[in-house]
């Protein structure tokens, strides 16, 4: 157990649907990222958030947005979904010290959109 | 661009053979971690390795990042089918707080029984 829970598990939608999924970071870490993989797929960096500002964006689409909340849960919004967003989705906590940034993975939402 | 390559990308050996994955880049790191990811279930954290030319173990796996702190190499010994999944290289560029993480594509590993 990584200490960083995502909700849902699993999340079946239909095309131009929305969904909202969550994430909350291990106690006392900052940053917040957001990633996309697709099957048999890298991780696709999407974005980062540290202590509730957005630090960093990746190859995220416009139909996504993210925010990193006081409490520092994150939430990833998904809209006008397409099919081609199926994917799993992760997100990651990180801790800092020195030169190492070490990252702490979620179990992932499971998005099928059909 | 920043790219951290990863090879082989597909890796499959017989029980007990050795092996060694590599992750190469241009850019130098502040430091480097290895993740191993199993079918639907997040990265996990093998290893950080900071210092140029330092080496780790964790148990049957070495661990090395190059001199000059631009590439590592994951060596396992007597691989078990328990190693099976995909091994994943992040470097990491920190400056002044401000980190980047860039993630290898990843090598899929398959030991045989």
């Known amino acids: 157990d990584s200490g960083v829970t995502q909700t849902p598990k699993h999340l079946i939608t239909a095309t131009g649907q929305r969904v909202t999924l969550r994430c909350s970071p291990r106690?006392?870490?900052?940053?917040v990222y957001w990633y996309q993989q697709s099957l048999d797929q890298g991780l696709q960096f999407l974005i980062q958030y540290y202590n509730g500002e957005e630090r960093a964006k990746g190859n995220i689409l416009e139909r996504f947005s993210a925010q990193q909340f006081p409490d520092l849960h994150s939430e990833l919004n998904l809209s006008s979904l397409e099919l081609g967003d199926s994917a799993l989705y992760f997100c990651?906590?990180?801790?800092?010290?020195?030169?190492?940034?070490?990252?702490?993975f979620g179990p992932g939402t499971r998005l099928t959109v059909l | 661009t920043q790219l951290l390559e990863q090879s082989p990308q597909f890796l499959s050996i017989q029980e007990g053979e050795n092996l060694t994955v590599y992750c190469n880049s241009s850019?130098?790191?502040?430091?480097l971690q290895w993740y191993r990811q199993e079918p639907g279930e997040g990265p996990v954290l093998l290893v950080t390795v900071v210092t140029g030319g330092e080496v780790k173990k964790l148990k049957r796996l070495t661990f090395q990042f190059g001199d000059a702190r631009k590439d590592s190499s994951l060596h396992i010994t007597a691989a078990q089918p328990g190693d099976t999944g995909l091994y994943l290289c992040a470097g990491a560029l920190v400056e002044n707080r401000d980190d980047k993480i860039i993630f290898g594509k990843g090598t899929r590993l398959h030991i045989l029984p």
């Open positions: 106690s006392g870490d900052l940053s």
């Open positions: 990651a906590s990180s801790v800092y010290s020195g030169p190492r940034v070490e990252q702490f």
């Open positions: 850019s130098v790191f502040s430091s």
